[in-house]
């Protein structure tokens, strides 16, 4: 069983972030601090991101499409940094190298990519991959997008490169006909020195022929074997989109192009100029029988496969922004903004599902039970039932018997599970003319917003069952890959709006409730496997401080909970971690403004009142 999990997220120059800055992440994050200081820029990269890597992998980001306005591009760029690109990453691990590898994808103004049309995004230039040492063990890069010049040329110029002419401009780092005649669309580099020290802990062959024909065509200045995949001439037909290719398509471009990127200068010039196929022995010789293909799969392939597999804690719905939502009618249109309510549409007549909403209802005072319909595909209808929990809790063991024997349900200590009698439960009971319906707009501001969020949590928490029984389903005949847990992150900002005091403190038993709720009855999986994250933008001191107060009464474990502080501007510490101890305490306290100013307002009142 493989376990994905966002662990942590790297950041440079972007936003407020000048230089680099690493985040790590636990099962209940909490970010606060002073306004314009930070707090929603690590939800925005996260954001950005995962849509880029929605069709791809090597992104090409609208910044201003249908999800998500991420602004103009040199708005992301931090601005002291006087840098033309910002970099997001994680980390992976390789084979069995001790130290975890840096993985940086670097994103340029797509105005710069040489096509002009690439206006108002931000386009894959780069993904670095870089050891303890800074080191940059391997890399790939947009060929429309490296810029060549003195400064990183790898080759030395002679008077027999390029018949003797003056060069200033390179278009690839590495000597090849190539160069000023429609490189590959992306590069690879790999360290060759770095690779000989790395080799045996990644793959238990050797590739002694490998590697020896690789220090023969290695750059003369840094040792890196380059190699250019993807002829651009291929891509007219999808307008030069690399966010379409995938990282496992990548491995078998690299060796299908084996001629072309394993052969020396003369074999390289051969192919690619004259088109002669036709080689003598001495020339393909060292092309054959030196495991080539076998390397590529078991060496190159274990970096992009780690590569791609870190990648799948952002894909699909595995990172989830919980917007706030206001409903003014029970009618809601369906659109990317409320998309989660087909989810739930298509789940709230599972008992387990059913139970999570009320419980989380109830955490807040709201007791009843949604109802939703899809109307021609077009709206969704949002309803609530006040007052029902007479018909969902059971009081006594006689109700419990009459409910079984008449509408054929299975009661269980957590609750109970329908049968194929819902539909006439659902007539006879949540349809009594004594609880009707009201529209769900009517309960207030605060109220909506809960049932907003809860609807949404519960969208993303549940589908991944659904998602599960279908692959069950289409795989049932064929052999089974083990399983793989990949850990949902949900990204909320300001969940306190419009909510009481008393409200905002109960989002931190909310919370808790539903990372519970999801190790138990969903996932069943041990604590220790976190199988969701919360990362929470907050200014609710409320929150807080219910926090520390489950963490002293051992209702939550205080190592879980990450609660990060961002200063103003001007401090030099741009933000810093508040540990929490096993008694609620926290061992860090706030900058100026935030458990002071009630104290310092309370003084204001008492000095008034003498001068008065």
Known sequence: MKNYQLDSLILENFKTFKGQHIFDFNELNIYTGANNSG????????????????????????????????????????????????????????????????????????????????????????????????????????????????????FDIDKSYRNGQEIKHYEIPFKSPSEND????????????????????????????????????????????????????DFHEIDYDLSRIKLRDYVNEIIEDKYLNFGDYKIREEILLHDDTEFDEQKYSILKNTGYDAFVKDVIGSVIFEIDDALK????????????????????EISPANSY????????????????????????GIDGIINIEQHQNSFFELMFMPKASRYI??????????????????????????????????????????NKMVNI???????????????????????????????????NSRNKKPEQIIQKTILIEEPETFLHPSWQARLADYFIFCINFYRIKVTRKQAEEQPIRFIIETHSVYLIQKLQLLVARDKFDAEAIDILYFNDNDQTEKCYKIPMRTDGILEKGFGTGFYDETANLTADILNAQKLN
């Open 341 to 364: 309510l087909r989810s739930v549409f298509d789940l709230q007549e599972k008992a387990n599902f059913i139970e999570f909403i009320y419980d989380s209802l109830q955490i807040f």
């Open 39 to 154: 707090k929603s820029t690590i939800i925005k990269a996260i954001q950005l991101f995962s849509k880029g890597l929605e069709k791809g992998d090597f992104p090409m980001i609208d910044l201003m499409g249908s999800k998500g306005n991420f602004g103009e591009f040199n708005d992301l760029v931090n601005w002291e940094s006087k840098s033309n690109n910002f970099k997001i990453g994680f980390f992976i691990t390789i084979g069995k190298i001790e130290t975890p590898f840096k993985v940086l994808f670097t994103f340029r103004n797509g105005e710069d990519d040489g096509w002009g049309k690439r206006k108002g995004m931000a386009v894959f230039s780069e993904i670095e991959i870089i050891n303890e040492r800074d080191e940059v063990f391997c890399g790939i890069y947009n060929s429309a997008l490296f810029k060549v010049d003195e400064a990183n040329i790898e």
């Open 313 to 332: 804690v952002f894909r699909g719905r595995n990172i989830v922004h919980v917007a706030y939502q206001h409903f003014n009618n029970h009618l809601i």
């Open 182 to 233: 429609k490189p590959g669309m992306i590069l690879l580099k790999v360290n060759v020195p770095l690779l000989e020290t790395y080799i045996n802990k990644i793959t238990d062959e050797g590739y002694k022929e490998v590697l020896e024909q690789l220090n023969n065509i290695k750059t003369t200045k840094k040792n890196n074997w380059w190699v250019e995949c993807y002829d651009e001439n």
């Open 393 to 434: 809790r059971v009081a006594n063991k006689e109700e419990e018997e009459a409910l079984r024997k008449e509408f054929n349900l299975k009661i269980s200590k957590f609750n109970f599970s329908f049968g194929q009698s819902f539909d006439k439960f659902k007539k006879e009971y949540l349809e009594d003319p004594n």
């Open 441 to 475: 707009a009517d309960l207030g501001k605060g109220a909506a917003h809960i049932i907003g969020i809860v609807l949404n949590v519960a969208s993303i928490l549940f589908i991944d069952k659904k998602e599960k029984y279908l692959k069950e389903q289409l795989t």
